[in-house]
């Protein structure tokens, strides 16, 4: 059995609207996919029943406690000492939160203790993840 990471964090949603929304964000990390890391958002917050799980690099969470990263649908960047900013965006929309950033890096502790970055990627088979992922698209 893989080891598996599940922290509940409050974050601020920013609206359009005068008044921000302040809503549970649980954060997820499994050793069986060692490079990634999951937002789970509950349904009263996303536009589908269910609720929304956005999938990402560790290592952009990571840098993004430090500096402006990402690319394409995920942007993270610190504000201050104390926050972190996630800008997330689809064809659905765009939501912007604030988290306060020792929860993220508490998070992320716990991640590096289950797989260290210096082994996250030892055990991947390159070639037939790629192979496999061809396969799927033809």
């Known amino acids: ?25 649980t954060l997820g ?3 069986a996919d060692p490079l990634a890391v999951a937002m789970a958002f509950p349904p009263e917050v996303s536009l589908h029943d269910e609720g ?4 990402f690099a560790r290592n952009l969470l990571d840098g993004g406690l430090r500096a402006e990263v990402g690319a394409g649908d995920v942007h993270l960047w610190p504000t201050g000492r104390t926050h972190t900013m996630v800008e997330l ?3 659905d929309g765009r939501a912007l939160l604030e988290f306060e950033t020792a929860a993220l890096r508490s998070f992320l502790f716990l991640t590096y203790a289950a797989v260290p970055a210096d082994v996250e ?15 799927e698209s033809h």
Do not use: F, G, K, N
Request: negative net charge; hydrophobic residues 45%.
């Open 121 to 135: 990627d030892q055990d991947l088979d390159m070639d037939s993840a790629l192979a496999e992922l061809l396969r």
């Open 1 to 25: 059995m893989s080891p598996t990471v599940e922290q509940s964090v409050l974050a601020r949603l920013v609206t359009d609207a005068s008044h921000s929304v302040t809503i549970s964000v």
């Open 29 to 31: 990390y499994s050793a």
């Open 52 to 55: 929304v799980t956005w999938v």
């Open 89 to 91: 965006s689809s064809p």
